[in-house]
């Protein structure tokens, strides 16, 4: 069953803002459309702000973080034991997100929807928890519908701390996500698992062969998922990816932009537009992953990122990276002179 609060409306954005800002790119001392998509970029932010002239000071991320049981199938390089030390790391500094995040100004947050192994009340970490990892989705349900609702409502909750902010980063972290966010993008966009499986965290050619074999595995034990998206998320899924699913959403409703990260990030857009289509409109993509299904999402959500800096990363650091090439959009579309400020022909 779908939580109730999903289905909320999703905020439209303010068309009058937009066609101001539109009106103000034609008049800037340039020829129209030379700054290309710093333009775009700039019309759309004050179109999702309400305001003529947009700002990314108040830039606010959120990093989810939670345990997937398919790591027992031998899906990821890595051990689970390293989430958790990972998100150690985030709240003690040293982390690329945030450092990034340091260089930003931005206000990071690091939520633990569940670890496998609970690190107690941690300095730094916000605890919403929905159970010590997901169950093998190899084998049955990554989740039940309960531990759903809670990992949708963490993320809910992080959207609206955001309430205030000019830009939402959602980031992620635990071993064997990619397995998880490429079996969801199998079932949502009826998908080969070959296509969308990818190294990871740097998985060999057999071993990402095997990681498809598992996610074909879990799949054969479903039907009519490619139109069930919150059952998707909830057979296949993981907590974090749910989190996400839940803030882009929440989100959308309160009237806050998204900024996009990779591959987990854009796995949980997917879930969030096929439940609520409209909220397409709030997202902006940062970055193509050097994940390799990546690219076959980002074309099913009609997206264009921003960046191609070969990251798979996670964390939301390739969101954060795009940050200051947004904030230089502002600055153009805000700072420069109209041809009537400068006394220069239009021509």
């Given at each position: 069953m779908i939580p109730d609060w999903l289905t909320r409306p999703i905020k439209r954005p303010d068309d009058e803002m937009r066609a101001l800002a539109a009106g103000r790119q034609q008049q800037l001392t340039k020829p129209p459309g030379s700054l290309g998509r710093l333009e775009q970029a700039a019309i759309d932010l004050s179109a999702l702000q309400g305001r003529e002239r947009p700002s990314l000071e108040k830039v606010r991320i959120a990093?989810?973080?939670a345990d997937h049981g398919v790591a027992a199938s031998g899906v990821?390089?890595?051990?689970?034991?390293?989430?958790?030390q990972m998100v150690a790391n985030f709240a003690n500094g040293g982390a690329a997100i945030s450092v990034l995040a340091g260089s930003l100004?931005?206000?990071?947050?690091?939520?633990?929807?569940?670890?496998a192994v609970d690190p107690g009340e941690m300095p730094g970490v916000i605890s919403h928890r929905a159970g010590p990892g997901t169950a093998n989705l190899h084998q049955q349900d990554a989740m039940t519908a309960e531990q759903l609702d809670v990992a949708l409502n963490a993320g809910r909750a992080a959207a609206e701390r955001a309430r205030e902010a000019d830009l939402f980063i959602g980031g992620d972290m635990g071993i064997a996500n990619t397995t998880a966010s490429a079996a969801i993008g199998c079932a949502l966009l009826q998908t080969n698992p070959i296509i969308?499986?990818?190294p990871g965290t740097g998985l060999d050619k057999a071993g990402v062969s095997h990681k498809a074999d598992v996610i074909g595995q879990a799949l054969q034990r479903y039907e009519g998922l490619h139109?069930?998206?919150?059952?998707?998320l909830r057979c296949v899924g993981g907590f974090e990816i749910a989190a996400l699913a839940g803030a882009f959403l929440a989100c959308g409703q309160q009237g806050t932009p998204v900024l996009i990260d990779g591959y987990i990030a854009t796995a949980a857009a997917l879930v969030a537009v096929r439940q609520q289509?409209?909220?397409?409109?709030w997202l902006i993509f940062s970055h193509r992953s050097a994940e390799?299904?990546?690219?076959?999402?980002?074309q099913a959500l009609d997206a264009e990122p921003l960046l191609d800096l070969s990251m798979r990363l996670g964390?939301?650091?390739g969101a954060a990276t795009a940050v200051p090439l947004l904030r230089l959009a502002c600055d153009l579309h805000n700072g420069m002179a109209t041809f009537a400020d400068a006394g220069v022909s239009e021509g």
């Open positions: 990093v989810f973080a990821s390089a890595f051990p689970q034991e390293v989430t958790v100004g931005a206000t990071l947050e690091v939520i633990d929807v569940g670890t969308l499986a990818g139109d069930q998206p919150i059952e998707a289509p409209a909220l397409r409109e390799p299904g990546h690219s076959a999402m980002l964390e939301g650091s």
